[in-house]
Structure formats: structure tokens, C-alpha cells
T-cell receptor
Framework: EAGVAQSPRYKIIEKRQSVAFWCNPISGHATLYWYQQILGQGPKLLIQFQNNGVVDDSQLPKDRFSAERLKGVDSTLKIQPAKLEDSAVYLC????????????FGQGTRLTVV | AQTVTQSQPEMSVQEAETVTLSCTYDTSENNYYLFWYKQPPSRQMILVIRQEAYKQQNATENRFSVNFQKAAKSFSLKISDSQLGDTAMYFCAFVTNAGKSTFGDGTTLTVKP
């Protein structure tokens, strides 16, 4: 089966610019996650979708980050305006259901804000 | 809120030997799930092994096994017969019934020939 697809793989932007990341989960996976992984740290959950509804966005900086999952399939994560501290790898993952099942990760998008 | 601590930032092991990576967590929940994920250099994260908190028996997957001590809130990963391909960053993750996940900061494992 095809894995979790993310694009772009790399992005360099200047601070205060905006950027968007795209994720296509594994077909049939109801749960989709966006994580931020800063260099040297573990992934931090930003937002979790169950189908097209938000389950948890408690750690999403809502003043600058937004995410949507229209039609419960693919998803976009946007940052506007970007700050230097947003430099990180943004990982998308999906799982069949939430909780005890394995999450399948994409290769991530490496964002550098200069 | 849950916390996950991996106290060993870096470890190394000789090929064919055994290594244990430690993970402790803090939670007030009784039912949850624990995972070990592997992230090879420049490659995507993949599942190594998982454990349901309600199961007393330790999970095993080929050369990988865990030592789950629920009372101590400890979840260590043992890799037997280490191979060069095991070189990667290993993350311990705690997941609630609702699917909310908390990851540790990882242990970088290097397998030496």
C-alpha cells in the first residue's frame, strides 16, 4: 500500500512569510496527525483529526498556525507569519483508528526560516 | 498531562551484542499504550514495537523486546543481536485511549562494526 505522502520535502522562507504543507494519508485511515519536530527533540503533536473533525489542537499556536482536513482525506498545515523558531521538520502521520494502533509517518517537510 | 523521559541521549553497541534503551513516563491514566519508534537518518519514522498497558506480558518482535513495569512507569527496549541497520534514533511514545501522543526526546543508537 502507498504510504503517507507529504510535500514539499524542503522549504526555506524568510521570517514573516507564509508557508503551507500538504499531507495525503494512507487510504482508509481515519486519524491524521501533524507533528513538529525541532532538531534534537521528539515530535510534538500539533493537531489531530478524526475524519474531518479536530480531536485535539491544544498545542497548536493558533495565532499563526492553522490546519484543515477537508473531506476527511488530505490535509494542509499553514503557518502565517513564520518566525525563526518555527524552523523544524513537520511530520504528518495517519492511523486506522485513534489510540492503540500504529501511526504511519510521512518523510516530513524540513522548514528553515531565515 | 503526560511526560516521557528518555535519559540516554546517545548510546553505542557493538554489532551482535545486546543493548537496552530506557524510557520512563508519568501519567495518571490507567489505560494507555506505549510504543517504540525508530527513525533512521534522513528516513521516516517506523514502528518497532508496542505494548498495551493492560497486558502484563511483555511484547516481543523478533530481536526487539520490552520490559514494561507499570507500577514503576518504565518501558525499556532491548535489542538483541544488534545489526548495523539498527543505527537510528529511537523514540518512546505514550498514547492515550483518545489517541493523544507524547514522545520522548529520543536516544541516538549507533551500532559499531
Amino acid at each position: 500500500e502507498a504510504g503517507v505522502a507529504q510535500s514539499p520535502r524542503y522549504k526555506i522562507i524568510e521570517k514573516r512569510q507564509s508557508v503551507a504543507f500538504w499531507c495525503n494519508p494512507i487510504s482508509g485511515h481515519a486519524t491524521l496527525y501533524w507533528y513538529q519536530q525541532i532538531l534534537g527533540q521528539g515530535p510534538k503533536l500539533l493537531i489531530q483529526f478524526q475524519n474531518n473533525g479536530v480531536v485535539d489542537d491544544s498545542q497548536l499556536p493558533k495565532d499563526r498556525f492553522s490546519a484543515e482536513r477537508l473531506k476527511g482525506v488530505d490535509s494542509t498545515l499553514k503557518i502565517q507569519p513564520a518566525k525563526l523558531e518555527d524552523s523544524a521538520v513537520y511530520l504528518c502521520a495517519s492511523s486506522l483508528v485513534q489510540g492503540d494502533t500504529e501511526a504511519f509517518f510521512g518523510q516530513g517537510t524540513r522548514l528553515t526560516v531565515v | 498531562a503526560q511526560t516521557v523521559t528518555q535519559s540516554q541521549p546517545e548510546m553505542s553497541v557493538q554489532e551482535a551484542e545486546t543493548v537496552t534503551l530506557s524510557c520512563t513516563y508519568d501519567t495518571s491514566e490507567n489505560n494507555y499504550y506505549l510504543f517504540w519508534y525508530k527513525q533512521p537518518p534522513s528516513r521516516q519514522m517506523i514502528l518497532v514495537i508496542r505494548q498495551e498497558a493492560y497486558k502484563q506480558q511483555n511484547a516481543t518482535e523478533n530481536r526487539f523486546s520490552v520490559n514494561f513495569q507499570k507500577a514503576a512507569k518504565s518501558f525499556s527496549l532491548k535489542i538483541s543481536d544488534s545489526q548495523l541497520g539498527d543505527t537510528a534514533m529511537y523514540f518512546c511514545a505514550f498514547v492515550t485511549n483518545a489517541g493523544k501522543s507524547t514522545f520522548g526526546d529520543g536516544t541516538t543508537l549507533t551500532v559499531k562494526p
